[in-house]
DNA sequence: CGTCTATTTGAATGTACTCAAAAGCGGTGG
DNA sequence: CCACCGCTTTTGAGTACATTCAAATAGACG
């Protein structure tokens, strides 16, 4: 399982066989079963975490208890509340599976320590982000200059393969949407 | 101008005498005047910007030809258009000068190898990017479980200082809202 | 002082939400 | 293997939040 991660670094940076195995030391796994939670707003995150395998969502809970997702991770993507995680603040976001899942999970003292010593640790974390700041920016252009039924065209184009995964109510959320209005709009579209 | 460059590399990241000299070499600096562009739509970005002084803006044009603030820069701040500068792929952002500015530009080939061969300056970036994320997520999150009253009173009690800087047009713009409606918003909040 | 742009005001409209209820679907136990 | 239960999706009516368009007012700058 660990290799997955090793493979996902691999990709980005070149690292010695001393190096993967410090990495290799600093991660325990975890599977998580579907419905259950890694994280929920108010507690400290212990862990950031790699998904090896599975499909977790991330999300807020607003002061009238409706849920807004933020993001969803697969496998090979990371998932987590980095602001409560790096500053040991307790979280905003809740963090739960939505199917079974394998995990990676490292804490904070050692993933920085990764960091510090492993140039090409710091590389990938830094590529990491760099592609995350690209993708949200991404998102946030689409959610300030397309309507609803726009973000719903991009959604299916882009990520054809969640669709089948992710149950609508979600995707109607992560859109900011109701889950009401997406099903109308999705028989307006299907009669067109 | 590049000192101001380095004292804020140096917030983050420890330099060597030599990496800081390594460092000023990349750079150069412009002075744009107010309302002048650094980059438009179509064209690839040939600069990443570090704002020494002043401010500027990274929007959108949609097909209405409505524009879309994505962002705003101050002084100690980065701004540009991350897949077009990295990938070398036309722009998807116009940047503007709100106000006259002092900027510090570096081109991709010079910016990856200061990531390569200094690793306090890729721990800098890796820090701008992961602090980029974060706050992107917290827009996004306000983005979908605000109402645009309630996201205009964060922005104000958030970035009280960008009130005075500028004009209103643009901050109903960053906040997905026209500036009608703003201007309705304000005048209500103000009656209370 | 005049011109240009930004802000305000208001009426009509549209997009998306709320609430309630029905229909569909999937998993589990008998 | 089927029946039932719970959750998800659909449907529809009424409503609210935000937009559009047009015009008036206010402010900034040369």
């Not at 200059?145 to 089948?164: D, G, M, N, V, W």
Request: one cysteine or more; proline letters at 2%; a positive charge.
């Amino acid at each position: 399982m660990i290799n997955k991660l090793i493979a996902h670094i691999s990709r980005f940076s070149n690292l010695t066989d001393k190096e993967i195995q410090e990495i290799r030391n600093c991660f325990h796994e975890k599977v998580i079963q579907k419905k259950e939670f890694i994280l929920k707003a108010g507690v400290v995150s212990t862990y950031e975490c790699f998904i090896a395998d599975g499909c977790l969502r991330a999300f807020v809970i607003d002061e009238k208890g409706t849920e807004h997702n933020i993001r969803f991770g697969i496998e090979n993507s990371w998932i987590g509340d980095l602001d409560s995680f790096f500053k040991q603040t307790s979280a905003t976001y809740y963090i739960q599976a939505l199917e079974t899942s394998s995990l990676l999970l490292i804490d904070v003292s050692k993933l920085n320590r990764l960091m510090d010593t492993i140039q090409g640790f710091e590389h990938y974390f830094r590529i990491m982000f760099q592609y995350g700041v690209m993708s949200l920016q991404l998102r946030m252009v689409q959610e300030l200059s397309l309507t609803a039924e726009q973000r719903y065209t991009h959604f299916i184009k882009k990520y054809p393969h969640l669709l089948q995964r992710i149950p609508q109510k979600h995707i109607a959320s992560y859109l900011g949407i109701t889950p009401e209005f997406l099903s109308m709009l999705r028989k307006k579209i299907t009669s067109k």
